[in-house]
């Protein structure tokens, strides 16, 4: 399976959500779907379990949702989003800027 992301880096601000989307392409034949599960370098950023389907051409978009928590300070953090489908896993890294808007 191929993926890349279209934006690795989402500015979320502390209390609320942001998401990144992943595009992914099959590689083999047959069908059956993905499941993204993402960590964070900080426990106050999460992403729930993301699943799907692929598209009968083999394609995939897929939007990822992140949550930062109130409690979180402003910085930059990495989240790590682990694709499974089947036996194969591959792992992508998104930046996410932990930023209150301004004005």
């Known amino acids: 399976m191929l993926f890349r992301s279209s934006q690795p880096n989402v500015t979320i601000a502390p ?3 942001g998401s990144v989307t992943l595009d992914a392409q099959r590689m083999t034949a047959g069908s ?3 499941t993204i599960t ?3 370098s900080d426990g106050g950023i999460t992403v729930p379990p993301t699943s799907g389907e692929f ?7 897929i939007t990822v949702p992140i949550t ?3 409690s979180v300070p ?9 694709t499974k489908v089947g036996q194969s ?4 890294t998104v930046f996410v800027d932990v930023q209150t808007p301004t004005g």
């Open 89 to 92: 896993a591959r792992r992508s």
């Open 55 to 61: 598209k009968s051409d083999g394609s995939a978009s």
């Open 15 to 17: 209390g609320h959500s």
């Open 74 to 82: 402003e910085e930059y953090y990495l989240v790590y989003l682990t």
């Open 38 to 40: 993402g960590e964070s």
């Open 68 to 70: 930062v928590a109130k």
């Open 32 to 34: 059956g779907g993905y």
